[in-house]
């Protein structure tokens, strides 16, 4: 019985996908097909109902898969374990959703590199979904990101929580009449990112709950074009409070506190497979980053100050 055959049929149940499990392992699809069946012939099982699509593991099929999980996971430990004397290096590919990108990484990143100067860290900005994508097919090494305390990662992705993240709902300081309640919001409308983005997501989760309709007058991305459009009156925002409140010089907002939604979020450290060198180096990235946004949610931020 071969680790290699384990990795195999690992990639298969989690993938369900002959192709894609080819081009993650880099092997031919004849390849994996070939290492599945000698794991099954080394077991004398059935691991998968080859006569569904997409394949799915038998019951037998899905207890064999959690155990490769553990003798997996203890290969990786053990690999940790003998690399964590040496100081990472050579390239580190990391992804960050856009609104990490908007500011303070770079200070982040200079401190992640005087510490660990052999490190090349390159870095990769998208969607939450779409960089939790990228590291299930091992396209990335590492990512920071933006989701709930009760997110769910798949099982070949381990995550820590890097703590909370205080989110804003925000309007123009001028607005006549402030909402209170996230219905009476839909007389605003919304200022959002393109669909993909998890602010917007809770927030239409939100208004659905409730039965109100989203209205949404500006779909744009980036926080500063969100925070002017707000500004001038265009409608509500949701963003991180340490980036409403670096913009305070800038433009003219009110923080509100809705009595029925308080939306949060966390920041977590997700990668498929790091060395202990390389997630103490990303530890220290994302507790940098955090640093910042925490910066930012002790302030009180009312109408006219910001």
């Known amino acids: 019985m071969k680790l290699d055959d384990m990795q195999a049929f690992i990639a298969l149940v989690e993938l369900q996908s002959t192709q894609q499990a080819a081009a993650h392992l880099g092997l031919t699809q004849p390849a994996v097909t070939r290492r599945v069946q000698n794991l099954e012939q080394a077991l004398n099982v059935t691991l998968l109902d080859r006569q569904t699509k997409p394949l799915t593991p038998t019951s037998v099929g899905l207890q064999v898969y959690r155990q490769c999980l553990r003798i997996a996971q203890e290969v990786r430990n053990l690999q940790h374990q003998v690399a964590s004397d040496n100081l990472p290096h050579g390239a580190l590919n990391i992804g960050l959703p856009y609104v990490l990108s908007d500011g303070g990484v770079l200070g982040a ?182 640093a910042e946004f925490r910066g930012g949610a002790s302030a009180h931020l009312n109408g006219a100050g910001l």
Not at 115 to 123: A, E, H, M, T, W
Not at 203 to 225: C, H, I, K, T, Y
């Open 109 to 290: 990143l200079s401190r992640l590199q005087q510490r660990y100067p052999d490190l090349k860290p390159q870095i990769r900005s998208g969607w939450g979904r779409d960089l939790l994508r990228q590291l299930q097919q091992r396209a990335l090494d590492a990512a920071l990101l933006l989701f709930p305390a009760s997110q769910h990662f798949s099982g070949i992705l381990h995550a820590s929580s890097l703590g909370d993240v205080e989110l804003a709902i925000v309007v123009a300081a001028d607005a006549a009449r402030k909402p209170k309640t996230l219905a009476e919001s839909a007389q605003y409308g919304w200022v959002l990112n393109p669909d993909g983005c998890g602010f917007r997501a809770s927030v239409m989760r939100a208004l659905e709950d409730r039965g109100v309709p989203l209205r949404l007058n500006a779909e744009v991305q980036g926080s500063a074009l969100q925070l002017a459009f707000i500004a001038e009156g265009r409608g509500l925002g949701i963003m991180p409070l340490s980036v409403v409140k670096k913009a305070r010089q800038r433009f003219p907002l009110s923080v509100l506190s809705l009595r029925d939604f308080k939306p949060h979020t966390q920041l977590w450290l997700v990668h498929p497979s790091l060395t202990a060198s390389q997630q103490a180096a990303m530890t220290l990235f994302g507790n940098q980053l955090a």
